[in-house]
């Protein structure tokens, strides 16, 4: 996957999450779990943006390692709100 590829499916990702957060219900939970889950969501395409304009090689290796942090914690917020039936899968 080049580039620009992956520039586009991050932002995708990014829409993704943001329709899946608007729909959650409106309950104390799902606005707890949907707020870390909108700000990881979105920041996976931002940081790979950022990485993309790395200065150095070390500096392009560091920002990736937050993209992957980041696209981790979507998992982990994932997984919270199916294991705690706050959001069923669709």
């Known amino acids: 996957m080049n580039e620009n590829e992956f520039k586009r499916r ?3 990702l990014a829409l993704k999450v943001i329709e899946l957060v ?3 219900p409106r309950t104390r939970e799902a606005d707890v779990i ?3 889950l909108l700000r990881s969501g979105t920041s996976v395409g931002a940081n790979y943006r950022a ?3 790395g ?3 070390a500096d392009v290796i560091s920002k990736l390692g937050i993209v ?3 696209a981790d914690e979507i998992m982990y917020w994932l997984e919270l709100l199916t294991e705690s039936a706050v959001a069923t899968p669709q």
């Open 10 to 12: 991050t932002k995708q």
């Open 51 to 53: 990485a993309c304009r």
């Open 55 to 57: 200065r150095s090689t």
């Open 22 to 24: 608007a729909s959650l």
């Open 34 to 36: 949907g707020r870390q």
């Open 68 to 70: 992957e942090e980041e």
